[in-house]
């Protein structure tokens, strides 16, 4: 079982920059697949960064290609999401969250099901 709590959500101005922390607790394999999703109101969840640690692999979605940065603490069982450059079309709830399997491909819409969520961050981008 693995609990994960995200932190570091907000409300700044365009072009901003937020860092978001996802805690993981429970067994975490490096080779796990982490993510982060996010969602507004009466739209599907996004994906919108993964990351596999061992390759130190990552993949974005192409709207926060340049401006998000995914990463990974192993030792401390950590995901992060750099975020600059904020825009209005970012404000969302953002979700980590983890699949458990060693043989995950950290592709955008590339795994299916994810074992794992967090609560969420709610964070706001004003112009």
């Known amino acids: 079982q693995v609990h994960l709590v995200e932190s570091g959500g907000g409300s700044v101005q365009a072009g901003a920059s937020l860092r978001l922390s996802c805690a993981a607790s429970?067994?975490?394999?490096?080779?796990?697949?982490m993510a982060w999703f996010r969602q507004t109101p009466g739209k599907e969840r996004e994906e919108v960064a993964v990351?596999?640690?061992?390759?130190?692999?990552?993949d974005y979605d192409d709207s926060v290609k340049g401006r998000f940065t995914i990463s990974r603490d192993t030792a401390k069982n950590m995901l992060y999401l750099e975020m600059s450059a904020l825009k209005p079309e970012d404000t969302a709830m953002y979700y980590c969250?983890?699949?458990?399997?060693?043989?995950?491909?950290?592709?955008?819409?590339?795994?299916?099901?994810?074992?794992?969520w967090g609560q969420g961050t709610q964070v706001t981008v004003s112009s």
């Open positions: 990351i596999k640690d061992g390759r130190d692999s990552t």
């Open positions: 429970g067994f975490m394999d490096s080779m796990y697949c």
């Open positions: 969250a983890v699949r458990e399997s060693i043989y995950c491909v950290a592709r955008i819409g590339e795994i299916s099901t994810f074992n794992y």
